[in-house]
Every structure is written in structure tokens, then in C-alpha cells.
């Protein structure tokens, strides 16, 4: 394994999209930012020097960082945020996980444009688990995203300010370009030069803020083996469905007739009546042969609300290995997800929601409050008073009714905001049904938990039934993720064993439902001895 040292300088760069110029915050001048690339068993250093102007973290989506929380980055939960004019080193070795995973901003809305590939490769002389254990001829990391008119922490703070819903984006994006469906956009197309006969492997992140994606190459049959740096049992297939925060990596042999051929993404847009960008991401793999001219192949994509599609994909997935899975459960958690309306009183200015409300979302109807002054793993580990935090998170909604009933009556569900977190025994092994709502709209949410990789057991439709829905759980290859799409008026089943010491974050990675509160976090206690606690804070940590 190797030491590996990287400096990260957030600044400002001007960059042009859709005829409209503007100055957006990047990594070292790179839009999107630097790929990192690492072998498993790999300990790195990134030096994070902040010359925005804004507050920032930077995040290691996925890194299971054991014992590391001080390096996980999320703004207020595990650090305060890096103010201009200062830096932090994050240090963390990558180990145990094999395939893509990414780096983003974790403050506000700076990932829309602060975000870059992380590709953890084996270590050498170590196999691939495809190809005939070689590694592919190529590898094209792939990073879809989401451009704003706007800048984004604008977009954001508007929508704080009112209550209303942000604006949606103006275009999708395949590594930082909108491709050349766009107005003014024909040169701002990726084009990825492809051999006839290789067989590639592209590793496709979804970094989109708001949007999940379906994802589909012209002509050509796309493999998946692995999802979210774990590897997967070799899924065929014409179309992805990849959600903010995950990863999807597919083999794709280019067997096709010499020519161009259009990489596709287009929205997954689950809940009914409301806004999103439904608009096509374009890039071209092209063989090199001489079409000039001619126009690229373009695939044809399931329809934005096609739920069926998104979910046979997602519940295709199954592990590579035989899961390593407890017999036992010693914490088993029902949390329900989803957005509501807070009714607001008379001469509230952020009303702007529908009927004098603001849109607002929440875990088990608490909808969680970052702290200020101090990080929760700062206040932790020093046990400061006050706390800015109570262990207190329901392990159970506070009502029980037909989450997936629409007008269900908002006076039981108002919810309530809180810094509260879920405390975890060191070693635990924890379920946690996820199961959706539908106050103000249902719609798949993809979650998100820090510090932790775990086993989706099952995904279904309607109220999770513990009688009959845990006969559905795969107990044999269940896909291991860091993000977990519950299905619109569903629920999903995760199980997890609590071996990292600190404070991890659960949320959304939709950013919309973060800055509503549809987060909470859990505290996972030290075990015995030095190697199951959680390590001494860096004397760089930054302080608020
Ligand atoms: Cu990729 Cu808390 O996020």
C-alpha cells in the first residue's frame, strides 16, 4: 500500500455553459475536479486549502474512514467548516473496498460544481473479479451532474429564505458539458474515443444535486459489476438507474458497427406533479471512423416517471460474494423518510410554499438542525456542555398511519426540528426499515449513511409488513451499498454491524431534502480498546 499526498485548492473559475458565463467554485481550477486514483490499502492526504469565498468540507462519499470520523467532512457533524483563507488535511486510508466512489463538497450547495472521481483499483497483484481478472483495456470515469443559470448557494438561500422549492436546473451534464442537445452547447459535448473489440470499463458517478438518472449507451449492452466500490454479480443490461451519491460500474465491449453513439441521461423523476429538469444529457463514444457528419446513434430512455424500469435495476443488483451477515439483530430501527409542509403562522416570511406552508422534511417527523458552534463529534469527544445534541432520535415514528396515503391529515405529522441522534452500542448489528412517505408528495429518496457500507435485504411497494416482508429478505447476496434508493410509496431493509466509533451522518442525497431537515445521525460508541475507538482529533482540525 502507498502514502499518497494531494493538495486540493478551492478557487473560483470562470467557466461557460448554455451562452452564459459565470465564476464557479472548483478544485484546483477543474470542473469537474480531479479524479483521485488509489489501490485498496492506499492512505491518503488531501490538503484542503479554502481560496473561495465561502465556507466549505469536503466529503469522501463512501470511504468507510474506520475510526477516522475526523476526515469524513460533512459541515458540522464531523468538523467545522474550512473558512476562507484556511486549510485542513484530511487523512484516510482506503481499504476494504474495491471499484468508484467520489469526493464532493459537503457544505451547502458547493457540490454542485466541487466534486471529483475517487477510483480504488486492487492492489497489485490482486485480480479483478471480471475481465479474466485483468484489468480493462480502458477506464472512462464518468461523472453526471447537474448545471445551474445560477449560482447554486443562490438557488439554495432563495429557497431558505421563502420556504418555497429552488429552482430546478438548467441542464444535465456528463462531466461538467451538457452535450450538444443544449442551446450553444455543440461544443460542449464530452466525446470519449473508444477502440473496436476492447471491452471498457466506465465507472459512472451521479453527482447531480437534485436528480436521479437514467443512463443508457446507443447499440451497446452495458455489464454492471459493481456498485458503490462493492462488486456485483454481472447484471446485463440497456439502462441504468443511478441516483445522486451512487456509483455504477459497467463493462461495455464496443462491438458495434464503426461510428458515434450517444451516452444518454435523462431524469428519473418519481413524484408526481412536481418540477424537475427533464432535460438530455448528451456525450459521444466514438470509434473513429470517418461519419463526420452523420449524427451519433441515440438510445431510447425509459419515461421520466418510469418506476418500474428504475426499480428492476436497482433490485437486479445482487452482491458478488455471499453476504457475511449476523443471525442476529440487536437494534432493529423503523424510520420513516419524507418531505411535508410546516404550517406556518401569521407573518411568517418563509411561507412560500403551498397554502402559507414551507416545505420541510424530516426522519420519523424530526427534521434535523446542524449545529453552529461546534461539530457533533467535537462535542462528543470532549463531552462539551452544553450539548448541541440529545441521543435521543425515536427509534419508531411517533404516529403510526398509511405513509403511503395521500392527504393524510398534516396535524399528525407536524415535524418537529432537533439535533438528535440515534446511539449505537460499538458492534451492534442494526436493521433499518426505511419506509417512505407521502404527506406533500412520494417520491424515491435515495439514502445515504457515512461511515458505513451495508447489505440492502429487500426493497418493496406500499407499508413495509414485518409479518410477510421479511420472508422477501435476501439473506444470501444482497447488494452492498452506501446509498439505498427507498422505492416511491415503498420502503427498503438495510442491515449494518456498528464497528466505526463515531458520528455518522444519514440523509438524503437529495440536496433539496438535506437543507429541509431529512437527516439524522448516528452516535456509534467506542468499543474496547484502542483499536474500536475512535482516533484523537488532528491538531489542524478547523474550530468555528
Ligand atoms: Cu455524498 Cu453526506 O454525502
Known sequence: AKQQYHEFVIQEAAVTRLCNSRKIMTVNGQFPGPALEVNEGDCLAVKVTNKGQYNVTVHWHGVRQMRTGWSDGPEFVTQCPIRPGESYTYRFTVAGQEGTLWWHAHSSWLRATVHGALIIRPRAKVPYPFNNGKPPAREIPIILGEWWDMNPIDVVRTATRTGAAPNISDAITVNGQPGDLYKCSSKDTTTFQVKSGETNLLRFTNAALNTELFVSLAGHTMTVVGADASYTKPYATSVLMIAP????????????????????????????????????????????????????????????????????????????????????????????????????????????????????????????????????????????????????????????????????????????????????????????????????????????????????????????????????????????????????????VIRFVADNPGVWLMHCHLDVHITWGLAMAFLVEDGVGVLQSLEAPPPDLPLC
Not at 253 to 276: C, E, I, K, N, W
Not at 391 to 406: I, K, M, R
Request: hydrophobic share 40%.
Open 245 to 492: 451519491g451512487q456509483t455504477t460500474d459497467v463493462l461495455v465491449t464496443f462491438d458495434q458497427p464503426a461510428g458515434r453513439y450517444y451516452l444518454a441521461a435523462r431524469a428519473y423523476a418519481s413524484a408526481q406533479g412536481v418540477p424537475f429538469d427533464n432535460t438530455t444529457t448528451t456525450a459521444i463514444f466514438d470509434y473513429g471512423a470517418t461519419t463526420a457528419g452523420s449524427s451519433p446513434a441515440m438510445p431510447t430512455l425509459p419515461a421520466y416517471n418510469d418506476t418500474t424500469t428504475a426499480t428492476a435495476f436497482t433490485t437486479s443488483l445482487r452482491g458478488l460474494r455471499k453476504a457475511e451477515l449476523p443471525s442476529h439483530i440487536d437494534e432493529n430501527l423503523f424510520f420513516t423518510v419524507g418531505v411535508g409542509l410546516f404550517n406556518c403562522s401569521g407573518g411568517d416570511q418563509r411561507c412560500g410554499g403551498p397554502n402559507n406552508t414551507r416545505f420541510t422534511a424530516s426522519i420519523n417527523n424530526v427534521s434535523f438542525v446542524l449545529p453552529t458552534t461546534v461539530s457533533i463529534l467535537q462535542a462528543h469527544y470532549h463531552a462539551a456542555t452544553p450539548a448541541v445534541f440529545t441521543a435521543d432520535f425515536p427509534a419508531n415514528p411517533p404516529v403510526q398511519f398509511d405513509y403511503t396515503a395521500q392527504n393524510v391529515s398534516r396535524a399528525l405529522w407536524q415535524p418537529v426540528p432537533g439535533t438528535k441522534l440515534y446511539k449505537l452500542k460499538y458492534g451492534a448489528v442494526v436493521q433499518v426499515v426505511l419506509q417512505g412517505t407521502n404527506i406533500f408528495a412520494a417520491e424515491n429518496h435515495p439514502i445515504h449513511i457515512h461511515g458505513y457500507d451495508f447489505y440492502i435485504l429487500a426493497e418493496g411497494f406500499g407499508n413495509f409488513d414485518a409479518a410477510t416482508d421479511t420472508t422477501k429478505f435476501n439473506l444470501d447476496d444482497p447488494p452492498m451499498r452506501n446509498t439505498v434508493g427507498v422505492p416511491v410509496n415503498g420502503w427498503a
